[in-house]
């Protein structure tokens, strides 16, 4: 405790020397002596070396033993008071370094406030004629530039203005400043703004996120801007698209919903009010797409009723019929159903049996054939007109009808066949087709062909005219019949044949074993009842080579060109002079050559004939015994 004592009074005493030997205990020449004797006690011999360290003993001989003895008394007594004497010597001086350190950190901070306050300051000041960050004007950014710099660069820029119109599709037109004679006006706008910036209050504003702002005074005509906004293609009728409502569309296998078309027709108000909203603000491009300026479809894809439209009419539809008509087709698919489908009063879709019937109809009108007039290529290089007969297709329109709803109901999808109340031999356009018998009134010949090869070339001897039993002409008819060993009766007469094949009620085709002589003009005088009669060689070929149903040409061509006759057993007769249409046969049973035939047309042989006495052209006809062959 002693040692700590001393080692504390060292330490104050060696900082008293630094701070002018003012020592608080031992300096008799100042505070500390007084101290001592008010409280009684007689002050010490300094240990200080400074001044007035110096003491004198009052003290005689008598008092120096009581002296030492109450040195030696107060000693421990005055201990502890020396002891907080010194502690509180000792804060009081740490009080004073504290103070010290104070003032300084004061004058510290004091420095550097007055540093933040000047660049405070300065930038306020520079804020004042300078614009924040990210600020823009007109399109032109503002930053740390002074109001003069951005008008010089707004009328630079005014200068080069270009507003862009970007309409639907992705296609732009441009307009200019100088086609709506644009310019630049001060208003002292910019300054306003840049004052009203609040320079001040810098600290904050930077860090704000601002809106880019477009004050800026400008003018430009209206009229001319108006006038060339009219002028743009997208203002122009015939070079826009209208728009389309979405709707239900027919495909090869049913219905869809169409999708709408947008268009590119603008609403011209709408348009025109965007476009001087966009130059009022300065903007630089004007999307007529966002500015909702074009005339929209109404009904769109997703539309709910449509999509429910095409479902069910699809259900109606499933059905792709194919109608054969030999070298033509028609089809019954869903483009087709659609004109049939038809909406109830119940709002549900149905088939229309009218427009069904109505579609066979004209089928019907279409491809039947049945006593209708044709054009006839003739064996003698003529065409004919045929007008009459019974032969040809005849549709059954009801049964039909009936079969078309069966396999619309039920989604058939193949080949269907018309029923027919009469059919005939093809179905292509020419119902005669390539196997047919062929019979020249006039000329008193008939041919057959097979396959469109002629097999049988044969003269006949047809019905009577002048006695009422001409032969049909000028039509088509159908083989009813074929019969054989059949005996004919009519009135007056009843006839056995070998070969019947009828084609017109009682008319028919049939050989005649008691005529001996075939075709030039015997029909006048001698013809048959109206019946073909065919020399029996020949109707037996024809017999054998035909069907029920094969089509019988009868036609007359107005002139008999003098085809010579031929008896029952193949000898040629006479010839017939075509001009006058007379016959000069002077044949006898068959074995005389006849008198010469003479023709201003052409010349037919015939199989087993002569050619004695034949003229070709007026000239005489040599050469061998010909089969079946025409020369024309």
């Known amino acids: 405790m002693i040692e700590h004592k001393r080692l504390l009074e060292r330490r104050i005493h060696e900082q008293a020397v630094k701070a002018d030997c003012e020592c608080p205990l031992y300096n008799n020449s100042n505070g500390g002596r007084k101290e001592m004797e008010q409280r009684g006690e007689r002050p010490r011999r300094s240990r200080c070396t400074g001044e007035g360290s110096r003491q004198t003993s009052p003290a005689g001989p008598k008092y120096r033993a009581s002296a030492e003895d109450g040195r030696r008394y107060d000693r421990g007594r005055s201990r502890q008071r020396e002891a907080a004497?010194?502690?509180?010597?000792?804060?009081?001086?740490?009080?004073?370094?504290?103070?010290?350190?104070?003032?300084?950190?004061?004058?510290?901070?004091?420095?550097?406030?007055?540093?933040?306050?000047?660049?405070?300051?300065?930038?306020?000041?520079?804020?004042?004629?300078?614009?924040?960050?990210?600020?823009?004007?007109?399109?032109?950014?503002c930053s740390q530039q002074t109001a003069d710099t951005v008008k010089a660069?707004?009328?630079?820029?005014?200068?080069d203005y270009r507003l862009e119109i970007r309409e639907r599709g992705g296609e732009s037109e441009y307009l200019t400043a100088e086609q709506i004679k644009l310019a630049f006006v001060d208003d002292s706008s910019i300054n306003r703004m840049l004052k009203a910036q609040k320079s001040f209050l810098w600290p904050v504003m930077i860090l704000l996120k601002r809106s880019n702002a477009a004050a800026v005074a400008f003018s430009y005509d209206r009229d001319a801007a108006m006038q060339a906004f009219s002028e743009l293609d997208c203002m122009n009728p015939l070079s826009v698209t209208a728009p389309e409502d979405a709707y239900v569309k027919t495909t090869d296998t049913g219905f869809e919903v169409a999708p709408?078309?947008?268009?590119?027709?603008?609403?011209?108000?709408?348009?025109?009010?965007?476009?001087?909203?966009?130059?009022?603000?300065g903007q630089s491009m004007l999307s007529l797409e966002d500015a909702d300026c074009y005339v929209n479809p109404k009904r769109y894809s997703d539309d709910a009723a449509l999509l429910e439209e095409a479902k069910k009419k699809s259900a109606l539809a499933k059905a792709y019929i194919t109608y054969d008509f030999g070298d033509r087709k028609e089809v019954v698919n869903a483009p087709l159903i659609a004109d049939w489908i038809v909406t109830r009063a119940d709002g549900e879709y149905v088939i229309d049996e009218v427009a069904v019937t109505d579609y066979v109809e004209s089928l019907a009108a279409k491809y039947d054939t049945f006593g209708l007039t044709r054009e006839f290529y003739t064996s003698l290089g003529t065409t004919v007109t045929l007008n009459g007969g019974d032969y040809g297709w005849c549709m059954d329109q009801d049964a039909t009808v009936v079969d078309l709803l069966n396999a619309l109901e039920s989604g058939y999808q193949g080949t269907m066949e018309p029923q027919y109340t009469y059919t005939a031999m093809s179905r292509e356009e020419n119902d005669i087709g390539d196997t047919y018998v062929e019979i020249c009134i006039s000329q008193q010949v008939m041919w057959c062909y097979k396959d469109g090869v002629c097999i049988v070339y044969t003269p006949v001897v047809t019905g009577n005219p002048n006695k009422g039993n001409a032969t049909p002409s000028n039509g088509v008819w159908s083989i009813d019949a074929k019969m054989q060993n059949y005996t004919l009766v009519g009135e007056g007469y009843r006839s056995p044949v070998d070969f019947w094949m009828p084609f017109n009620g009682n008319v028919g085709i049939h050989d005649m074993q008691t005529r001996a002589y075939f075709g030039g003009t015997i029909y006048l005088t001698?013809?048959?009842?109206?019946?073909?009669?065919?020399?029996?060689?020949?109707?037996?070929?024809?017999?054998q080579n035909i069907e029920v149903g094969t089509p019988i040409v009868c036609y007359s061509s107005g002139i008999n060109y003098g085809y010579a006759q031929e008896t029952i057993d193949g000898a040629s007769g006479g010839g017939s002079q075509g001009n006058q249409g007379n016959t000069e046969a002077n044949g006898n049973n068959g074995s005389d050559a006849g008198n010469a035939g003479t023709s201003q047309g052409d010349i037919v042989i015939i199989d087993g004939g002569s050619t004695s006495g034949v003229t070709e052209n007026g000239v005489p006809y040599t050469g061998e015994d010909l089969q079946d062959v025409i020369i024309q």
Request: hydrophobic share 45%.
């Open 153 to 159: 660069e707004v009328a630079k820029r005014l200068g």
């Open 260 to 281: 709408e078309v947008m268009g590119t027709t603008l609403d011209a108000e709408k348009a025109e009010q965007a476009f001087i909203d966009a130059l009022d603000a």
């Open 85 to 141: 004497a010194v502690q509180e010597a000792a804060e009081g001086w740490q009080q004073k370094l504290r103070a010290r350190k104070r003032r300084k950190r004061n004058r510290i901070l004091a420095g550097i406030g007055a540093g933040v306050l000047g660049i405070y300051i300065a930038v306020a000041i520079y804020f004042g004629f300078h614009f924040y960050e990210d600020t823009e004007i007109y399109g032109i950014d």
């Open 526 to 543: 001698n013809g048959s009842h109206g019946c073909i009669n065919t020399p029996t060689a020949k109707v037996a070929v024809i017999y």
